[in-house]
Nanobody, 125 residues
Framework: QVQLVESGGGSVQTGASLRLSCAASGRPLSTYTMGWFRQAPGKEREFVSAVSWGGRSTYYAESVKGRFSISKDNAKNTVYLQMNSLKPEDTAVYSC??????????????????WGQGTQVTVSS
């Protein structure tokens, strides 16, 4: 079992930055692919970013590429999502997830086994 706890969300204005953290306990994250997903009110859950178990491969949704950066600190058992140049359309609940799927499935939320409860990010214009 892996327990995931997100933090770092908040309310900011357009153009601001936030760094989300996903702290894990129970098992080392070094063996898991980690993903960030978001869900806005009335919308489906959306892939944001993912990082491979070793941290060498990263993946991004087109909508956040160049603005968001994912990283993994296996020593701290924590995954981060640095979000820069935030836009109102980034407003959502952001959740991290851990899975053991192949890297071809990093964008598929159903492939992830463990989920955090999420943290709210609100970007106002």
């Amino acid at each position: 079992q892996v327990q995931l706890v997100e933090s770092g969300g908040g309310s900011v204005q357009t153009g601001a930055s936030l760094r989300l953290s996903c702290a894990a306990s129970g098992r080392p994250l070094s063996t898991y692919t980690m993903g960030w997903f978001r869900q806005a009110p009335g919308k489906e859950r959306e892939f944001v970013s993912a990082v491979s178990w070793g941290g060498r491969s990263t993946y991004y949704a087109e909508s956040v590429k160049g603005r968001f950066s994912i990283s993994k600190d296996n020593a701290k058992n924590t995954v981060y999502l640095q979000m820069n140049s935030l836009k109102p359309e980034d407003t959502a609940v952001y959740s991290c997830a851990a899975g053991s799927q192949g890297l071809q499935y990093v964008r598929d939320y159903i492939r992830y086994t463990y989920w955090g409860q999420g943290t709210q990010v609100t970007v106002s214009s």
